[in-house]
């Protein structure tokens, strides 16, 4: 096709058609058993048109930037599923049960294989790079694929792969090293610790997956609000709860990533230094939450005062590195003290919405709450920044 226009008309009538056998009641009957042969909750067959057309519209014609996505989502996703059902002895938790490693190591070297064999023989890139960047390519697109849940890896591995696969393209082979190491290092430090944590494997795996996307758009200077919190979980949690227990799933991970990931996207684009602020919040907000239902457990007859203020506190130390950073730029003494008030405030919220402060929760809401607290104090934050800014200029 010369246009996406097609792809999308003909995406769309196979999400029509596939839409129809699994929710009108009579195709479903009939037929509907063609898609749900899977004993899980999955929407992955309306996702795969979906991701089709996305790829071909992202790759803007370009064959290799398209073919490299659909194989890996046609090719690995089918081999890891049959090679886990075959073979799979040892099994990791996922939001929807277990997923073997033997599944996931066949996906990663099909995924390389997917990447390898198109560059060698298209790109005409020399076998160096193609193995660098295939190899990054596999361990990225392995994390996507064991995390995501109801089959919205149809969507994700094409997408993802292709924005993966595009850059990577574009790098020269030191930068490619410096990646495949950072991918490297996050994975040994996140599973170094994993006993000790309060992270479910499939929360470990979102980690590194974030952390990734995180350093690859903003560098070390972002990185670090999430690195600490993950660090403080890792010396604190296990032990201060003293039970076998794993709720920081995929997406509790995410509910406490995104609304900071959706500020250095922004951040990115605009490029707009000053966004760095309403980052640093909501994971500093982030932090005082699961430091006050954590001190709210370890210690059930302390007055909630006290452990109100000392969860705040813990939240403001994770703005000691931002001052550092800015002081030269922006007025930090009174960005330091906004962001104690809108911490304490974001905190207060949080236990007026969430009246049952579990340390432990295995609540999906909670976590969206958490989330949309920071987020909207990062907001209130960052246009209050914005008013002090312009007064110090008048």
């Given at each position: 096709f010369s246009s996406a226009l097609p792809v999308f008309?003909?995406?769309?009538?196979?999400?029509?058609?596939?839409?129809?056998?699994?929710?009108?009641?009579?195709?479903?009957?009939?037929?509907?058993?063609?898609?749900?042969?899977?004993?899980?909750?999955?929407?992955?067959?309306?996702?795969?048109?979906?991701?089709?057309?996305?790829?071909?519209?992202?790759s803007d014609g370009d064959p290799l930037l398209y073919c490299v996505p659909i194989l890996i989502l046609t090719l690995a996703d089918a081999v890891a599923?049959?090679?886990?059902?075959?073979?799979?002895?040892?099994?990791?938790?996922?939001?929807?049960?277990?997923?073997?490693?033997?599944g996931s190591f066949a996906f990663f070297i099909m995924a390389f294989f997917c990447a390898f064999l198109p560059?060698?023989?298209?790109?005409?890139?020399?076998?160096?790079?193609?193995?660098l960047i295939s190899l990054i390519t596999g361990l990225?697109?392995?994390?996507?694929?064991?995390?995501?849940?109801?089959?919205?890896?149809?969507?994700?591995?094409?997408v993802m792969g292709f924005l993966l696969f595009n850059s990577f393209v574009k790098l020269d082979v030191v930068e490619l090293i410096t990646n495949l190491a950072v991918v490297v290092i996050l994975s040994a430090i996140t599973f170094l610790y994993r006993s000790r944590s309060t992270f479910a494997d499939d929360g470990l795996l979102t980690a590194v997956l974030v952390g990734y996307v995180i350093w690859a758009l903003g560098g070390f200077t972002w990185v670090y609000p999430p690195l600490l919190i993950f660090v403080r979980d890792k010396l604190l949690s296990y032990s201060a709860l003293g039970r076998d227990i794993a709720p920081h799933n995929a997406q509790s991970i995410l509910s406490i990533c995104l609304p900071g990931v959706m500020w250095l996207v922004a951040a990115v684009t605009t490029h707009n230094d000053a966004l760095l602020f309403p980052y640093?919040?909501?994971?500093?907000?982030?932090?005082?939450?699961?430091?006050?239902?954590?001190?709210?457990y370890h210690f059930p007859k302390a007055p909630r005062v006290?452990?109100?203020?000392?969860?705040?506190?813990?939240?403001?130390?994770?703005?000691?590195?931002?001052?550092?950073i800015v002081h030269a730029v922006q007025p930090w003494l009174s960005a330091a003290l906004l962001a104690i008030v809108l911490i304490a405030l974001g905190v207060g919220l949080f236990m007026l919405m969430q009246r049952a402060l579990d340390p432990c929760p295995r609540d999906l809401r909670r976590w969206l709450r958490q989330g949309a607290v920071a987020l909207a104090a990062s907001v209130a934050g960052l246009g209050m920044l914005w008013l002090m800014l312009g007064s110090a200029r008048a």
């Open positions: 008309i003909l995406a769309t009538i196979a999400f029509v058609m596939l839409a129809g056998l699994r929710y009108v009641p009579w195709l479903k009957t009939t037929m509907g058993g063609v898609i749900d042969a899977v004993d899980r909750v999955s929407a992955g067959e309306l996702y795969f048109p979906a991701g089709i057309a996305l790829s071909f519209w992202l599923a049959l090679v886990g059902i075959r073979y799979g002895t040892k099994f990791f938790a996922t939001l929807e049960g277990t997923k073997s490693y033997q560059l060698m023989l298209y790109a005409h890139i020399a076998a160096p790079k193609a193995v990225l697109t392995v994390l996507v694929e064991a995390v995501a849940w109801r089959g919205i890896d149809n969507l994700l591995l094409p640093v919040l909501t994971f500093a907000i982030q932090l005082a939450i699961l430091e006050l239902t954590r001190e709210i006290r452990l109100f203020a000392a969860s705040v506190g813990v939240g403001w130390l994770l703005f000691l590195p931002y001052v550092v």
